[in-house]
């Protein structure tokens, strides 16, 4: 079954210099539970993309819908990460793997009667990303590649229905990037739910994504798309 819908897409920027449009008759259709990868050109839209799924932005034109519903609101079942894990630097690696529950209802009131089943919960991610045990320390205590381990922990805190990386490897040298693509491969074998992933990596997108999205630059579209053939290149 299809989670995410975006039919007929067109977004233009208010600020938008030329008032070109960001996206254009774009469709992108993603399943249920499926690793989906988008790879473009900067500037091709893929941000504005992952913006207009998540309803950070409403298109101008055609239809978004995230699980059934059209996206009128921010979708608070989305967990995110991005290139930069932006921790908060005074609340220990444990809290800000919390801080979603503290935002997102129905987990608010939960956190305040049951908090020691989520201090479980984020430690269990924990361990599933490689820190077991290092919840206490402060983000700026975590190297970067730890810093986004606890980042995936912290998108995947309120087991959301949908989880949006925008180039989350994009910052860490090959060697850990390789590491948390293998963290990231596990993660979605363990949990049900639905990946959208950006980046500029082809090789990236083809050890982890069940589908490849090709988009295209002005106009901001998805031009192709292919399956990932089995044996992966990972096999
Ligand atoms: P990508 O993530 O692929 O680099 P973006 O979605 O960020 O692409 O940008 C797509 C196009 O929209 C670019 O031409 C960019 O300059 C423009 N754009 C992005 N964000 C804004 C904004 N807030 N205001 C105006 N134009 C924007
Ligand atoms: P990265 O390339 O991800 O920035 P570093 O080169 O900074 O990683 O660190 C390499 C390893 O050293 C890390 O995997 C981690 O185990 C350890 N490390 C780095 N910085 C710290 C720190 N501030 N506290 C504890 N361990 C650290």
């Known amino acids: 079954t299809t989670f995410v819908d975006i039919q007929d897409v067109t977004h233009v920027y208010a600020r938008a210099e030329d008032g070109a449009p960001a996206v254009q008759n774009l469709n992108l259709t993603v399943r249920e539970d499926e690793f989906a990868a988008i790879v473009g050109p900067s500037g091709c839209g893929k941000s504005t993309l992952m913006k207009l ?40 690696t444990l809290d800000n793997i919390l801080l979603p529950l503290e935002i997102v209802e129905p987990h608010r009131s939960r956190l305040r009667k049951h908090k020691a089943e989520y201090v479980a919960k984020a430690e269990c991610l924990l361990a599933q990303v490689g820190l077991k045990g ?63 992933l950006v980046t500029h990596d082809l090789r990236e997108a083809a050890f982890l994504a069940d589908r490849i999205f090709c988009m295209s630059a002005r106009p901001g579209r998805i031009v192709a798309e292919r399956e990932v053939e089995f044996p992966r290149p990972r096999d």
Do not use: Y
């Not at 995230?66 to 921010?74: L, Q, S």
């Not at 970067?144 to 229905?161: D, F």
């Open 53 to 92: 799924a998540t309803g950070l932005q409403f298109p101008r034109e055609g239809t978004v819908i995230v699980g059934g519903r059209e996206v009128g609101a921010p979708v608070k079942l989305a967990g995110m990460a991005f290139q930069n894990p932006t921790m908060l630097p005074w609340r220990t």
């Open 134 to 196: 290092q919840g206490h320390k402060f983000p700026w205590q975590l190297s970067g590649g730890m810093q986004q381990r606890a980042s995936l922990c912290r998108a995947l805190i309120h087991e959301p229905k949908l989880l949006m990386l925008d180039e989350p490897f994009g910052a860490l040298d090959t060697f850990t990037r390789e590491e948390l693509w293998c963290v990231m491969r596990d993660l979605h074998a363990a949990q049900k739910v639905t990946i959208i």
